[in-house]
């Protein structure tokens, strides 16, 4: 073997070898030179953040759109991505009419529909835009109504890259291959959410396990299901109302933390058995921003009608409500619909559904800055994301504010699409994907 050869492998084997102890990053992401894997509603290590990544700084629709397709019927999930296939859940209401017409609640506020909806999965060539296939996973006239900023198909998919895993709630939990054939299904009942708002948590698969949150206004629960087959391993009632937060699932200590935000408490299970290993009161109601995590600890937000974050080591066991074991408390200015984002040691986050951005320092909560205007920000419901240094906020009006990462707020470029955007942006390689209400856009560099 010549000696060139033998060096280069040589240094590869040293290069895995180091990175396997740096937490959070895997040998794949460093040793490939773009990340092409957007596999969940957050990215590869559900935190937002695009490793090795370069998608542009600025566009609009004449400027660095590779791509446009068209999406039908509603929609607010995040698109997936597994190297070049993309994956989009969508509703689609038909003229198709109910003989018999669901009853509302007496506590919702919304009225069901009266038309039957086909529950749309569709998946979309990477490259070009071209739809590659699409299935009804079924059709149904939904039980109850949702909000007026919510769509029957807010709850996006999950992907180990051998199996796609889709949820509409009430309407089942539907597995597929990566060619659109069905695996398998699950109806796990219907869900009566608060004031008939709607559905929109996310499953979560890790490993063989494929985490479902249901938390509404009847007995809530988390179940864990076989991602193989469908059939359930365990389930866990919980003592919560209704949420839309999207699980965590972290390696700690030699278990495997299920990490849940809820109004009443955020709790941690162990994957392998369900049992509670700790948990923390002290959040506002309708908790909807999914926990994240940076080293050890984890950090939790919500902020209906008032503010909450916390920092919770995953070392902690049992109940630590009021106790020295939170790290910190901030009280101020936390988000209501999107979650934060973890840079190195600051995390962004902004105020209720405004473009009012607060940055901490993770590890002991002082602000690095405070409640500062995002440019052009109004109504935001997306969750941010980041990559190369870089952190993207959108908000409902398809309008995406581009800072630069550090301890001064330093915007670096406004862009807008001019349709409304509700979807956490995704991104992969040198690309960027944007779902707005009518259409899946690819934002990339021209000049590339």
Partial sequence: MPFRTRFIQHACIVLLTTIAFIPGVSAEEVVSPLNLHWPQWRGPQADGVARNCDPPMEWSLSKNVKWKTPIPGEGSATPIVWEDQMFVVAALATDRVATTTPRADEEAKTQPPAVYYQ????????????????????????????????????????????????????????????????????????????????????????????????????????????????????????????????????????????????????????????????ECGGQSVNAIPSPILAGGTVFCMSGYRSSAALAIPLSATGDITGTDHVLWHHRQGTPYVPSPIIVDDHIYFTGSNTGILTCLDIRTGKPIFERQRLPELKNVYASPVAANGLIYFTDRNGTTVVIRHGSDLEVLAINNLAEPIDASPAIVGNQLFLRTANHLYCIENEAR
Wanted: charged share 25%.
């Fill in 119 to 278: 529950f749309l999965v569709l998946s979309f060539d990477r490259r070009t835009g071209k739809q590659l296939w699409r299935q009804v996973a079924c059709e149904q006239v939904p039980h109850e109504g949702k909000h007026n900023t919510n769509t029957y198909a807010s709850a996006s998919p999950t992907t180990d890259g051998r199996r796609l895993y889709v949820s509409f709630g009430s309407r089942g939990i539907y597995c597929y291959d990566l060619g659109g054939q069905l695996l398998w299904t699950r109806d796990l009942g219907e869900m009566r959410t608060r004031y008939g708002w709607g559905e929109a948590t996310s499953p979560v698969v890790y490993g063989d396990s494929l985490v479902i949150n249901w938390d509404h206004e009847d007995q809530s629960f988390i179940e864990v299901l076989d991602a193989a087959t469908g059939e359930t391993k365990w389930k866990a009632d919980r003592d919560e109302p209704t949420s839309w937060a999207t699980p965590l699932i972290v390696e700690h200590a030699g278990r495997t933390q299920v990490i849940a935000n809820g109004t009443n408490r955020v709790r941690s299970y162990d994957l392998a058995t369900g049992d509670v290993i700790w």
